[in-house]
Each structure stands twice: as C-alpha cells, then as structure tokens.
C-alpha cells in the first residue's frame, strides 16, 4: 500500500502575467494574497481559491500568492499544480 | 470643500485654500472660444545696474540675495530629467538656510526625485505644483500627507498659468548646461547638455527672480544658440556638476521589440494610412518610447515608400525623429524637450531643429499655439473608459503615478488624436467604465487603439468610414470592453477617501476637469 | 477559409505569452509541452495549457497541442488532461512508425469514450523528425483516420541525421519533398519546421517561399514577428489569381451549359486544374485581394 503525505509545494514563476503560488498543510484555510492586484481581485482570488481546495479536497491549508498580474484561469492552474505537488509518497 | 460638477459629471471644487477660485470644465475649447481677453501679467523686477558678471560666489548667497522669504513659490524645469541633482541641492540648501512653507512649481518632478517628499514632511514644502507625480511623492500626495491640495497642470496649462499671474514665481532656479557670466543659457552643449531648455524659457520671462545653475561657465558671449538670454537672468551659480550626464541624456530611444506594442503600434499606423492624414506636409507628434514610439517607424516606412516629406514633428522630441529630420522626412522640427542624447546633436547642427517655449507648443490662449496646428498624436494611457476619456495620472490602485505633461494640449489640438495601449496590462483591463482620474477628454480623443482591435469616437463618423473601408479590425469600445473581460473578469473598484481630496486637475484652459482623492490603506 | 500558412509555437508554461497568442495573426497556434518545457514543469505546463482551453476563448483560431512522446511519463497524463478539451489537434512528437500513431489513437479512442464525447474525434498531427519517421511518413499519414496532418521537425531530423541546418535548407530537400507527397497523397496537410535565428527574416522569407512552391500548407513560426514574413510567402501572385478566377467562371459556365469540357484561353481544363484554381482563390481571400472571398 502507498502511503500518501501533505507537504509544503510551489508552482509558477515571478514573470510578468504569472504568479508564484505557494501551499503548505495547515490546520485550517488561510489565504495570504499578495501583488500588484491585491486590492483589485481580492474577492475574486479568495473565491476561486476556495472553489478549488473544495474541489480537489484539500481544507487545511495555508496558501499564499504573489501575483504578477495574472489572469483568473491562470492563479487556479497554479494553484491546481501546487496542491497536486502537495501530495508526495512516504 | 465646496464642489460642484462639471460637463464630465466630475466633482471638483470651487476653489483652493490659499489659492483662489476655481471655474469647472465646460468643454475642450469653451474657455478659448468665449475670447474674453485673456490677462498676462508680466512680473515686477528690479533693473540691474550695468555689470560684466552675475556670478554669485555661492547658491546660499544667490538665494540670500533673491529676496527669497519663507512661503513664497519656486520653480524649476525637467530638462534634467532623471539625471539632475540641480532640484536636490536647492532644496537642500533652502533647508538648510531654515526656509520653510515654500509652494514647489516645477515644470514637472522628475521620477528620480523621491527626496521631494521628505523636503514636504521637514516642512520646506508646503505646496505642490506640478504636471506629475510618482514614485514616493505620488504615494506621499494619494495617502493625503500634505495639508495643502496639490494642482496638477498640463504644459501648456502650465505656461497659461505663468502667463496670467496664477503661478507668481518669486524665484526660479534654471539649470543651464552652457551659461556664461551674464547668464545668457542654453542646453544643447556642455558635460551636462539636455537638448531643449524650453520649460527653463517660460519660467526665466515671468519669474521675479532668475537664478542660473551652472557647471559649464563658458567664456562671454554663449554662442550660437541663446536659450535664456541675460536679460531675464539676475545670478549666476557655477557648480561642479548639474547631474549624471548618462541619465540626463539616456541613449538614443530605441524602437520596441516587445510584439504586443508592435502590434499596437501597427494597428495605430494602419489607421493612420486609412485615414489619409499622412500627406505631404503632415505634422506629427508621439511619445518617448512603446507603442507611442513604434508608431513613428511605421510612418518613417510610410513616408520613405510614398516619397511625402512631412511638414513638421513636434515634442518632446526623440532621436528617432530627429533622424526623420536628417533623412529629410520633416521640414522642421519644434522641440520643447528633448527626450535623449541623439537630439543634443540633432539642435546645434541643424537649424530647422528649432527650440520651443511651452506656451508657444501648447499654451491655448495665446495667439496660437502649436498643438492647434498637429495633424497627428499618438498618446499613451494608464486607462481610458467607454467615453473615450483617458486617465494618465492614477493608477489601477488609485495611487498617482503619472504626469499630465501634453497629453491633454495635443489631444485637443491635433486633428487626429490616437490613444495607443494594451487592452489590459497586469491582467486588468485597460477600458473602464469611467477612468478614475480624468486627465484628457474623450471629446479630444479621436481613436484608442489595442492589440485586440480599434475603437474610433462615435463624433469622428468619416474615421470611422475610412476604417471600415480599409477593413481595419474595428470593435465598438463597449464590446472590446466586455470580450476583455471575460479572461480578466470585472476589477473591484479601488476604495477611495471621498471626502479628502489631494490634488485637483486643471485642464489647460484653467478650469478644473477632475479631482484626484485619498487611497484608503 | 481559414488559412493554416502559420502556426506560432507558444511554450506551455508561459501564461504571459498564451493569453497574448491570438493576437499576432496567426492563422493556427501551437501550445507546446514538450521541447519547450523543463522536465520539472511538465505537470504545471499541462495545468496552464488546459486552464487556457477550458477557460480562454480563442474565438475561431485553432489551437494545436503538443505532448510529450510515448516514450516518455508524460505522454498518458498529457492525453488525458488535453483530448477532452478537444484542441484542434495533438500533435504527436517524434512519429517513427504507424505504431506510434496507433498507440496514441487507442488512447485517445478510450479517453474520448470516457467522456462521453461525440461530434468528432480529435485530430492528430504527426511530427517526423527522424530519418525512420520521414521513410514511413505515407504510412504514418494513413494509419488512422484521426492523422490530418504531417509536420517536418528538422532540427531533430538533421541531428538524427548527424548533419547541419544550413541557412540554405539544401540538406532537408530530400525530407521535405517525401513530407509533402505522402500528404498530398493522403489527402491531409503539411507543415514544415521552424526557422531559429529570427534577426533573419529575409532567410525565413526565402525558406518559407521555397516550401510555399514545394507545396507545404503551413510554416511553424517561434516568434510573432515571423507570422508576417510567413504569410508574405504564402501570398498568390496577383496574375495567377486573375487565371484562376477565369478558370473557375468557365467552369461554372460549362456546368450551366452542361458541358464536360471546359476551356480557358482557348486550352483544356482538367478538374485537379480547377481544384487547384478554387484553392488559389481561397488563399487570395485571405489577402484581400480583389475577387477573392472577403475574410
């Protein structure tokens, strides 16, 4: 049998038009949105990344995105990397 | 504050503390068009008894001897641009001196020029008036530190300003790369040479003192060119340097390679070509750098191919059109700042390369300004909304992070006044709904154009003919709007202090044609 | 008709330069999870890539993915992230032999009948890039039905080869000759390679004007300021377009008339004559030029 564990992981890059986004396994869901757009698509951002931990099954983790001015659909591919990066094999 | 709104719909005040009374827009040429006599106020100054030299043994002296007291305006021009260190070393010897609530007036800050907010918070600087701001003086007006608003004026606005006795300068400090004894200054030679000196022209006829910075005391008489001629000058300061000469006078600006402005820039250009503007005898103007920039290649191409000669380029001048000039593409050119090195060169070999002063490039109630006789502009933009205004002061989060400069002369003067720029930036749209800071009107505004597709004013119907002929990839503005936003979904609105305006806009005619407010943390 | 003379390759994970894709002009683009990605971003190059097709409305411009090889991890995951998405095509690396197409073929059969979809099987293109894969290319182009195109990789072909890419392209006659014929003879389309030093548009023009008369469909382009150099080379000379439309009134008369024969200029009009004069007049359509059908 495989044994599955959560662990910190990362996806994307610092370029224009990109975001880094970065999971780590945490009690609960926090969210730390940082960059350019900040102010711009806070509601936004936390609605889609809630949607998407709440799709993939993942709840206690502590996200964070530093946004290089990235467009929705790219922040969720991001996000959607990193978490299948969360997962490892003992 | 009292408010009112204006034909935009805009709130702005009907005045200033310590300032005066403020009329509201009413229209791009309302105010020209009435022709009530329009005042000029020339300054009261001392004759100077005959000498053989102005030079002051110090600038603490200088200044002693300006007459220069505490709450008192004055004024310096850009011509530096990001290289000077002539604005810092006043400020700092007026700080020193104990001078304080001193109204700043320069024909614009330079981004560089961070200092000016701490001169603001030791208490030096009182007010700011000025084209633009950014960088740490942009974030330091939008969080509201200053008491005093500050008024935000075009070139030629500005000019008007002087002219008619709303900005008094009592001293002005003009950096002149080549000055001799007597003050007779120019720009386009010297370790320190900046092209152009025409903001510096302007502020020598109309200031109540003139204090010439130097470090390049030539033997008597300057010759040939004479920007500023001794006349106007009181003093002399000899310095060891005006600034760094590789910031002063960059390298020659370079056509994009980026394939987003390219493609913006060539949208730009066939609408151009469509229209039938570029004949023989056209006048053209565009930006320092970008898609602004990029376009002046493609008309380069266009009038080399077709064999037309053009009649004039007007700016903010660049190497690049400068080059058009050698290559025998314009007749002449006007030139109230140079943009980079390659113009120093363009000025003192070729006389067509004539230096302007801003009232005479963009100054709407005189006897005619230049902008009035552009055929062509291509202007950027931070923003722009569904009404065709364009806002190039703020930025997507509110803050000030741009300048004013000949954006609104040239759109309402030229003929045809195209606005270039990405259909979004940093995944935010660039078409609004309404801009949040409204600079240049979009009854000036002829055509925005992106990458994605162009826009032409509905009051420009036989634009918009000539586009559609040349099957040129035309979008309603409100459409292109919509299709953008569906990848890069509908921006909050930023959160702004509504009862806490720092700085109002007055467009060139004098009236006010927006308010810029406080940026909630 | 919507034209494929360009197809502009944009590396899979950069979403600066996909969002701006559809901009350029090109008349088809080629998101890339293969060459253009680093071995540790291959995942993350498929998330952008179907986040891109599932939420990104290209309008009309196909889009072309390409995966990673059978011979590599990736090529199942690739498949079943991309095929249900349905891309224009996949477009397959490295083809040898018709097994390899067929592999992939089955593949995306069960992945399409997962998804319950209907309406249309997912296209592929198969990229040749190897002295086995040019010798087999009419076997690869007619192994399955889904085969609509062959691409021509030359920069894997000549290092397969153990030659050099000249700016000439001489050594790559041969490979592009063979390319075209079997598609010709497959009835699908034929793509040639990309050109790498691109401060050399005039030696793109030429190259691209050379596979333009060997018959090529398309060209691949690696930067947008090759599009335009491409469709210059694909552009009709306005002569041939006037015969064209000659030859296509007269055959329409002759159909009027019912007659079998058609004549034009007083000479003898066979059909893959005729065929060839629509084509040329759908091409000119795509440059406005006067007669051809408006884009």
Redo the contacts between chains.
């Keep these: 049998m495989v044994e599955l564990v959560l662990r910190m992981a990362q996806?994307?890059t610092l370029?224009?038009?990109?975001c880094l986004v970065t999971v780590v396994p945490a009690e609960e869901f926090r969210l730390d949105y940082r960059g350019v757009n900040r102010k711009l698509f806070g509601e936004r951002t936390r609605k889609l990344v809630m949607e998407t931990l709440e799709r993939t099954g993942f709840s206690g983790m502590q996200v964070t995105i530093q946004d290089q001015g990235?467009?929705?659909?790219?922040i969720?591919?991001?996000l959607?990397?990193a978490l299948?990066?969360a997962v490892g094999e003992v | 504050m009292n408010f009112v709104k204006n034909a935009l719909g805009r709130l702005v005040p009907v005045g200033v503390d310590g300032v005066g009374a403020f009329s509201p827009y009413e229209g791009a040429f309302a105010r020209v068009l009435k022709g009530a006599p329009w005042p000029a106020a020339y300054p009261v100054r001392k004759p100077e008894p005959p000498s053989r030299s102005k030079v002051a043994p110090s600038l603490k002296t200088a200044i002693e001897r300006s007459g220069l007291e505490n709450g008192m305006t004055i004024s310096f021009h850009h011509h530096l641009r990001n290289g000077d260190k002539v604005i810092p070393l006043v400020l700092e010897t007026l700080l020193q001196m104990g001078f304080r609530d001193l109204t700043f007036a320069p024909s614009s800050i330079p981004d560089s020029h961070d200092c000016v907010a701490d001169y603001v918070r030791k208490g030096l600087i009182r007010r700011i008036w000025t084209s633009g701001a950014r960088g740490e003086v942009g974030r330091m007006i939008s969080r509201g530190e200053m008491e005093e608003t500050v008024i935000i004026r075009s070139h030629g606005g500005r000019a008007r300003a002087i002219e008619e006795g709303s900005i008094v300068i009592d001293v002005a400090f003009l950096a002149a790369p080549a000055c001799d004894a007597l003050g007779n200054s120019a720009g386009c030679s010297g370790k320190s040479a900046c092209g152009s000196l025409g903001y510096a022209i302007t502020d020598a006829r109309f200031a109540r003192h003139v204090i010439a910075v130097t470090d390049n005391l030539v033997e008597y008489p300057l010759h040939p060119h004479i920007s500023v001629p001794q006349h106007l000058v009181n003093q002399v300061v000899v310095v060891d340097s005006l600034g760094d000469p590789a910031k002063i006078a960059s390298g020659a600006a370079r056509i994009t390679r980026n394939?987003?402005d390219?493609?913006v820039a060539e949208n730009a250009y066939r609408l151009l070509a469509a229209s039938g503007i570029l004949a023989p005898g056209c006048s053209f103007q565009v930006g320092a750098g970008g898609a602004s920039l990029a376009v002046a290649a493609f008309v380069r191409d266009h009038l080399k191919e077709k064999g037309i000669q053009g009649g004039f380029g007007l700016g903010g001048i660049s190497g690049y059109m400068a080059q058009m000039l050698e290559e025998g593409l314009f007749r002449a050119l006007f030139d109230v700042q140079s943009f980079d090195s390659a113009v120093t060169g363009s000025m003192v070999k070729n006389r067509a390369h004539m230096e302007i002063d801003p009232s005479w490039y963009a100054n709407p109630m005189n006897q005619g300004c230049l902008v009035h006789n552009l055929d062509v502009v291509i202007l950027a933009a931070l923003e722009v909304d569904t009404d065709f205004n364009v806002n190039v002061m703020t930025g997507n989060d509110g803050v000030l992070r741009g300048a004013s400069g000949g954006h609104s002369d040239t759109a309402a003067g030229a003929k045809m006044a195209i606005v270039v720029a990405p259909s979004f930036r940093g995944g935010v749209p660039t078409i609004k709904d309404r801009v949040q800071t409204l600079v240049t009107p979009g009854e000036t505004v002829d055509a925005i154009v992106t990458?994605?597709g162009i826009c032409i004013n509905p009051n420009r119907a036989d634009l918009w003919e000539a586009a559609k002929k040349a099957?040129l990839p035309l979008k309603e503005i409100t459409d292109l709007k919509k299709e953008v936003e569906?990848?890069t979904g509908v921006p909050e609105p930023v959160e702004m202090d509504m009862d806490r305006v720092v700085a109002v806009v007055e467009y060139r005619d004098g009236t006010l044609i927006d308010s810029i407010y406080r940026v909630k943390e | 008709m919507r034209g494929m003379r360009s197809m502009l390759y944009i590396p899979g994970n950069?979403?600066?330069m996909i969002?701006?894709a559809a901009?350029?002009g090109a008349d088809m683009v080629m998101i890339d999870l293969e060459d253009a990605v680093a071995l540790s971003e291959k995942?993350?190059a498929r998330?952008?890539t179907?986040?891109?097709l599932?939420?990104?409305?290209f309008g009309d411009l196909p889009v072309v993915v390409r995966i990673n090889g059978a011979d590599t991890p990736f090529f199942e995951e690739d498949l079943e992230a991309i095929v249900p998405l349905k891309p224009f095509a996949i477009r397959l690396p490295k083809c040898q032999d018709p097994s390899d197409v067929l592999l992939a073929d089955s593949r995306m059969t069960e992945i399409e009948k997962r998804h319950g979809m209907s309406g249309g099987l997912v296209p592929i293109h198969a990229m040749l890039e190897s002295a086995r894969g040019i010798e087999n290319a009419y076997a690869i182009a007619t192994a399955s039905s889904r085969v609509t195109a062959l691409t021509l990789g030359g920069q894997d072909l000549t290092a397969d080869m153990g030659i050099q890419k000249t700016r000439d392209g001489w050594e790559l006659f041969y490979a592009r000759s063979r390319v075209v014929m079997a598609a010709k003879a497959a009835g699908i389309a034929a793509f040639d390679t990309v050109w790498t030093d691109f401060n050399d548009p005039e030696g793109l023009f030429r190259e691209a004007r050379q596979i333009v008369e060997l018959g090529f469909t398309g060209k691949a382009a690696i930067?947008?300021?090759q599009v335009d150099v491409i469709h210059r080379a694909f552009r009709p000379d306005e002569k041939e377009v006037r015969k064209a439309e000659r030859i296509v009134a007269a055959a329409a008369e002759a159909e009027r008339q019912g007659r079998g024969v058609v004549a034009v200029d007083g000479k003898m009009v066979d059909a893959p004559i005729i065929v060839r004069a629509r084509h040329l007049i759908s091409l000119a359509g795509l440059y406005?030029m006067e007669g051809g059908e408006?884009q």
């Design positions: 996806a994307g370029e224009s038009a990109d990235a467009l929705e659909l790219v969720r591919a991001r959607e990397t299948r990066r | 394939p987003l390219l493609k990458e994605r099957n569906r990848f | 950069a979403p600066g969002q701006n901009v350029f995942d993350a998330d952008i179907a986040g891109f599932r939420h990104y409305d930067h947008p300021s406005g408006a």
